[in-house]
């Protein structure tokens, strides 16, 4: 399947498109634009300052500027007028423009200035986001193109749950910069070439003579399929022969050989894709072969840059740092994953002109693409410092571990296929909704349609809310439940605000248009302030692409939103057009998070 934009690119044609919002940027781009302005009055000759702001963590303000200590350990000992670090915090907030977006600046301990922004300008920011789209808080990145390498299963074995980090993390981290308005080349590197397929297709021939008339059949279950050929390959010494002989007539282009092998990788697809659409994600297939024909190109510029050299009959290229050396030819002439990951990257620079290119796998494959991306930083492909583009990011991931603390497997030890996981996600979903009497409420496409929002919804949250860099234990009943940190709880949290709002019988598309948004209790305030921190979530998920730092914010949010509730009455109350829009601004941000995730909104449970 071809990926495709998500949200803001749907929703309009290109960035330029977007419609004004009172200033630019995040709230924290802004705050950090008039720091930046303040610095550069007070100290002209020290031109590399950057603005250091963040959100608050304490009760002495909404936003925090932490450069006071930086700059006074930088110059005490010269000659200044800055006697401490509070002194260059005053300083700071004294050369501050005038701007709408601050009430009140002050400075605490050793220079920490603390800024409380203007409620007007909260209340102004969330009522255009209303009126013009969750778009135009998209973050504004320094890319058009990225290529996102996620999911790759190998031809010939089904998918398991091994393999369900890498395609959740993938589409939410391709979701995030497509609703950046990056174009997002998303890519399956499948594993559809190699020794294997002589293995294979010498299999099929032997044991099925007739198989180009009997269809897909014939193979049946393709994992009992590799088993077989597989087991047949390492006892039979002259089946192994003839399987490295089909290997070569393959790779010759033989036509029979061909035929079977695009038989076997079909088959392959059609599992993966029921996969694929259970958890609703985009992927474009570009395997192992698609780039086979660039390796020579990719190797003939290395040999030209003299990186590669010859090692104990290997052609190797020696890693800067590293005791040992990137094989990129094998002894025997053959190829590897270093020569594929090296042809992909000259094809995903050179010919899709990718700026930022991610890869999305284990963490067991560190040492391989750190060795890689030097590889491509020595031949020049990549530039020497970390920050400038093109770059690229290996974005790894630990385990997903039964409840015993171990790999997750079956009973029998065979890895959980994840079909099957995801199936009985669902089906458990179901059955909780049928408990709940909602059988006799919905049509049968509505309870399937819950079903799979709850189902596969959990299952996509219980991974992304912990960070990827750890192992997590896989566990239906702490995914499931309806209290706690849970895709379920938030769903139905989102699916309460939206009854909020049906039940005043207000129209609220007339609303947005003729209300206002009033921001007088403590708490309407503290839902707001949450609420327009949403750009700089998703900056920040995207500096070391943490997607569980969204859902931390999502979690927040409906926290934040039910203690507004419990103080603040809506329908009924003076307040209820204000609130009723703060409602919908909760929802809408909700629901723009939910589809950052992956995970199908609901709009009553």
Not at 173 to 179: A, Q
Not at 180 to 192: F, I, P, W, Y
Not at 457 to 483: C, E, H, I, P, W
């Amino acid at each position: 399947m071809a990926g495709e934009s998500t949200s803001c690119t749907d929703a309009q044609q290109n960035g330029d498109d977007r419609p004004t919002v009172s200033g630019s940027g995040s709230v924290r781009q802004q705050l950090a634009g008039l720091v930046q302005d303040s610095l550069n009055s007070i100290f002209p000759d020290e031109p590399n300052l950057e603005p250091i702001v963040a959100i608050c963590q304490n009760n002495f303000g909404d936003y925090q500027c932490n450069n006071a200590m930086g700059i006074w350990s930088k110059i005490k000992g010269r000659s200044t007028r800055f006697r401490n670090p509070n002194a260059i915090g005053q300083a700071i907030v004294s050369n501050l423009r005038a701007s709408p977006l601050i009430e009140k600046a002050s400075v605490a301990g050793p220079g920490f200035v603390n800024f409380v922004l203007a409620t007007p300008y909260i209340e102004e920011r969330i009522h255009k986001m209303l009126l013009n789209g969750v778009c135009t808080w998209a973050p504004v990145l320094p890319l058009k193109t990225a290529v996102v390498d996620f999911s790759s299963p190998n031809i010939a074995k089904e998918m398991h749950v091994g393999h369900l980090r890498s395609t959740i993390i993938g589409d939410t981290i391709s979701r995030i910069l497509e609703y950046c308005n990056v174009k997002v080349l998303r890519r399956n590197h499948v594993g559809d070439w190699g020794t294997q397929f002589g293995m294979l297709i010498q299999y099929l021939f032997e044991e099925h003579p007739n198989w180009e008339d009997a269809g897909d059949g014939v193979i049946g279950n393709l994992q009992a399929f590799y088993k077989a050929s597989k087991a047949k390959f390492d006892e039979d010494p002259a089946f192994k022969e003839r399987a490295q002989q089909a290997v070569i007539r393959l790779q010759s282009g033989d036509e029979k050989f061909h035929l079977a092998w695009l038989r076997i990788c079909e088959i392959s697809r059609m599992e993966f894709e029921q996969v694929y659409a259970r958890l609703a994600v985009l992927i474009e297939e570009k395997g192992e072969s698609f780039y086979n024909p660039y390796i020579p190109t990719a190797l003939q510029e290395l040999r030209q840059k003299g990186l590669v050299e010859e090692s104990d009959g290997a052609q190797v290229i020696f890693i800067d740092g590293q005791s040992i050396p990137l094989i990129v030819v094998k002894k025997d002439g053959g190829y590897n994953y270093a020569s594929t990951d090296m042809a992909a990257l000259w094809y995903r620079l050179n010919v899709e002109r990718a700026e930022w290119i991610i890869y999305i796998t284990d963490v067991g494959q560190s040492q391989h693409f750190q060795m890689f991306f030097s590889a491509a930083k020595q031949a020049g492909w990549l530039p020497k410092d970390a920050k400038d583009f093109p770059k690229t990011k290996h974005v790894g991931f630990g385990l997903v571990l039964g409840e015993d603390g171990k790999r997750f497997r079956t009973r029998s030890t065979e890895v959980v296929k994840l079909v099957d996981l995801l199936d009985e996600a669902k089906t458990r979903s179901k059955q909780g909704l049928i408990e709940r009497g909602r059988e006799d409420e919905w049509t049968s496409d509505e309870l399937e349609h819950a079903a799979e929002s709850l189902g596969y919804g959990s299952v996509k949250y219980a991974d992304l809310k912990n960070n990827r860099l750890t192992n997590y234990t896989f566990n239906f009943d702490q995914m499931l439940d309806v209290r706690g940190n849970t895709a379920v709880y938030l769903l139905y949290a989102h699916a309460r605000i939206c009854s909020i709002i049906r039940k005043s019988g207000r129209d609220i598309e007339d609303l947005k248009q003729v209300g206002t948004i009033k921001l007088l209790h403590g708490n309407e305030r503290q839902l707001g302030l949450h609420l327009v921190q949403f750009s700089e979530i998703l900056e920040d998920v995207l500096v070391d692409l943490l997607p569980n730092i969204l859902c931390e914010y999502l979690y927040n949010l409906s926290e934040i939103f039910t203690k507004f509730y419990s103080t603040c009455k809506v329908v009924g109350s003076e307040e209820e057009s204000s609130r009723l829009l703060l409602c919908e601004a909760t929802a809408t941000v909700m629901r723009a998070c939910f589809n950052l995730l992956g995970i199908t909104p609901l709009y009553r449970l």
